[in-house]
């Protein structure tokens, strides 16, 4: 499993006109040659010497790149209550994060990010699109503060203290303002950042990462339970307070709330795994179950209610298990990434039969470093990879030639995609180094963060389509 961050250097201010993300990696230029449409594929096609990618604005609804300074390993998004359902920019977001800072403080970041612009764009571009009012060149939020027009997202952000370099971080469904982190010190706190983020709400003036000053703030709990540090940590999408948390010694850990600040920890752990637990999901129908997956190239299925031994446990890769997601919308999906780069989906009510695998892919050539099911679309996943590639998949696509043949019409241009493209393949992200970590925003529909050694990315792809009932995009 690769975990550690690669060299992590505190991030520097960057040229405005560098273009961060998208299809392409960073690059200065504004003007691109007129060329015929060529498919780049990431780890087959060779750059000439040079040659540049150059991100294609038009394949993005909304693009924006920032950081807060230190890298972050691991963030998540924040419930808020600006409606359940956002489809119209600009768009506001919370999110909680933790530094993988060296030589220096670390700490829980929160941060709001609000007036995030975006342009919602045809499905089948033209080319007379005017694609120059993309706000996908904000490469840093302190630069935002020399463009004073109405585009510039407005940052704002606050720090509190934290022993050690955060691993893993998770905000609760049900009561976003308390979060878990689990430290390299192999400590798990749980935090009340509830202030931090109505301060936030009620103020829209841009606080710069350098401004920011870290706070020195207790944590509600803090247990020492554990033997060894880790990273696999989830909260009960269905029982309020409800954890669970894994190490690399094996063990695993259940949270039961008290009171609202208050837990009880078991003393006694799960054990199942013959080694480290990477990573954890509870179910989203069953309020006793969840699932793990190790560094044994295993997934168990737990069920708190029949004692500390897995329920079942199947092989489930070739190497390293380092990531999995449990669908929401389909509960019997779960899928997984592992270290050699293959991720699988497993339909569970087939587990007894033996091979429970409905789709299996190979696309990426370097571990799997976050995975996670779309939380509107049931087919949909986005993965994260060493290779520096953030993809997004569709289950239910199909090549389909006549499609193709309308689609190319439409566009009068000859784009040969490679042949041995999976047709579940969606959109590939990049421009981002040492990506980490990704989550779907689970009120702005289309709508991704990413984490990566040189900042975060919110990115919209254009050719991501949510079919959402009329009823709730009202709301």
Same mark, same amino acid.
Request: hydrophobic fraction near 35%.
């Given at each position: ?36 449409? +060529?498919? =780049? ?24 790149? *920032?950081?807060?300074? =230190?890298?972050?390993?691991?963030? @998540? ?57 993309? @706000? ?24 509190? *203290? ?36 109505? $301060?936030? !709400? ?19 709990? +803090?247990?020492?339970?554990?033997? @060894? ?39 006694? #752990? *799960?054990?199942?795994?013959? !080694? ?14 969840? !699932? ?47 270290? @050699? ?40 996943? $986005? ?9 997004? =998949? ?15 019409? +439409? ?33 702005? #529909? ?6 990566? /050694? ?18 709730? /995009? /009202?709301?």
């Amino acid at each position: 499993m690769v975990r550690s961050l690669k060299n992590p250097k505190k991030a520097k201010r960057k040229n405005k006109t560098s273009k961060k993300g998208g299809d392409a990696s960073s690059s200065s230029s504004t003007s691109i040659p007129s060329m015929p449409a +060529k498919v =780049w594929q990431p780890g087959v096609d060779a750059l000439e010497e040079g040659e540049e990618l150059q991100c294609d604005p038009s394949a993005y609804n909304s693009l924006h790149a *920032f950081h807060i300074g =230190w890298p972050c390993l691991s963030f @998540d998004v924040v419930r808020d209550s600006l409606g359940l359902v956002r489809t119209e920019f600009p768009h506001t977001i919370y999110c909680v994060t933790g530094t993988q800072a060296h030589n220096a403080p670390n700490s829980i970041g929160i941060f709001k990010i609000s007036n995030i612009s975006g342009k919602r764009r045809e499905l089948v571009p033209t080319k007379t699109s005017d694609d120059t009012d993309m @706000d996908s060149e904000s490469s840093d939020s302190d630069d935002d503060e020399e463009n004073d027009g109405p585009k510039a997202p407005v940052f704002q952000v606050r720090k509190v *203290f934290h022993e050690g370099c955060v691993n893993r971080i998770r905000a609760m469904t049900q009561k976003p303002h308390i979060c878990a982190s689990w430290g390299d010190t192999g400590h798990v706190q749980i935090w009340d950042v509830g202030s931090h983020l109505n $301060a936030m !709400a009620e103020s829209e003036t841009n606080i710069s990462k350098d401004a920011a000053t870290i706070t020195n703030e207790p944590p509600l709990i +803090k247990f020492t339970g554990h033997k @060894d540090e880790g990273y696999a940590i989830d909260w009960s999408p269905l029982v309020p307070g409800r954890l669970v948390s894994g190490d690399c010694k094996n063990c695993i850990h259940l949270w039961e709330p008290a009171s609202d600040s208050t837990w009880n920890v078991g003393d006694k #752990p *799960f054990l199942g795994h013959t !080694a480290s637990v990477e990573d954890l999901q509870w179910s989203p129908t069953e309020p006793f179950v969840f !699932a793990s997956g190790s560094v044994d190239k295993t997934i168990a299925i737990w069920d708190t209610r029949i004692g500390k031994s897995p329920a079942t446990s199947i092989k489930a890769h070739e190497t390293d298990v380092n990531v999995i997601s449990w669908n929401r919308l389909a509960s019997c999906m779960l899928a997984s990434g592992s270290d @050699d780069g293959a991720f699988s989906i497993r339909d569970l009510r087939m587990l007894k039969e033996g091979d429970s695998v409905v789709a299996h892919f190979q696309y990426h050539k370097h571990p799997i470093t976050s995975i996670e099911w779309s939380p509107h679309e049931a087919s949909t996943l $986005a993965v994260s990879s060493a290779d520096n590639q953030l993809t997004i =998949w569709d289950l239910s696509l199909e090549r389909d030639e006549e499609e193709e043949a309308e689609f190319k019409a +439409k566009t009068q241009e000859e784009v040969h995609a490679p042949t041995d493209l999976p047709p579940q393949l969606l959109f590939v992200h990049q421009g981002q180094k040492d990506l980490k970590e990704l989550h779907w925003h689970t009120q702005i #529909p289309g709508m991704l963060i990413s984490t990566a /050694a040189d900042g975060f990315n919110i990115l919209m792809p254009s050719n991501i389509e949510s079919n959402l009932p009329a009823a709730n /995009a /009202a709301a």
